[in-house]
């Protein structure tokens, strides 16, 4: 059964202050790694897709990697907009589309 | 281009009573998936078509559950009839076919509280 953990599970950092969270995954045939966004009452904000480890993935302020066993999601100089939810999700197995989520990480920037 | 559409955006019903939501996704979105967040935990799959075919149903919970989609564009998931434990965030996201098949696109979800 694949699964998702996301850590830690609430980040605060002051504006500027850079860090990274990470999400480990165990699946049976990785076929992409995807983050989300999510902003309170609102539906998963779809950032990034990873297939395969050494790969890096960059938005804004934003860059995804990912290795064998986790990927990271690398915030530098965060801004207040940037707190929200961050959730990883990973996709296995032929046959089946459907994605594993994690519990989330819980972002807030202090101005 | 419009995203993914859900509705309503909360529901508010008594046990035993019956809730039809329904979802538009991306139009040409092929791929038409629902999840659900229950308090507390993580988002969890609940089935999958392709167009109007079910293709995957292995998250449904029980046969309490009845999702259709009609024509292969919008779709509707019942819960009929409905208990406590079904209270949560249902998600309604889609996909292409082809290329990037697997990036989901999410709608705002329907709130769901069962009294």
């Known amino acids: 059964e694949d699964q998702v953990t996301q850590s830690p599970e609430a980040l605060r950092l002051q504006e500027g202050e850079s860090s990274s969270l990470n999400c480990s995954y165990t699946v049976s045939g990785l076929r992409g790694l995807f983050w989300y966004r999510q902003d309170p009452g609102k539906g998963p904000e779809f950032l990034f897709t990873?297939?395969?480890a050494g790969e890096e993935k960059e938005k804004e302020r934003l860059k995804a990697t990912l290795t064998k066993k986790e990927s990271f999601l690398h915030i530098t100089a965060p801004k207040p907009e940037d707190s929200a939810t961050y959730l990883c999700a990973v996709h296995s197995g032929a046959g089946s589309y459907q994605l594993t989520f994690g519990k989330g990480t819980k972002l807030s920037v202090i101005p | 281009e419009a995203g993914v559409t859900q509705f309503p955006s909360h529901s508010v019903i008594e046990k035993g009573q019956t809730v039809t939501l329904r979802c538009d996704p991306i139009s040409g979105h092929d791929n038409l998936y629902w999840y659900r967040r229950v308090m507390g935990k993580e988002i969890k799959f609940l089935l999958h078509?392709?167009?109007?075919?079910?293709?995957?149903e292995s998250g449904m919970p029980n046969n309490r559950f009845l999702a259709e989609r009609t024509g292969g564009t919008y779709s509707t998931l019942k819960v009929q009839p409905a208990e406590l434990e079904d209270s949560g965030v249902y998600f309604c996201?889609?996909?292409?076919?082809?290329?990037?098949?697997?990036?989901?696109?999410f709608g705002p979800g329907t709130r769901l509280t069962v009294l």
């Open positions: 990873l297939y395969s």
């Open positions: 078509f392709v167009k109007e075919s079910k293709q995957d």
């Open positions: 996201a889609s996909s292409r076919q082809g290329g990037s098949y697997n990036e989901q696109f």
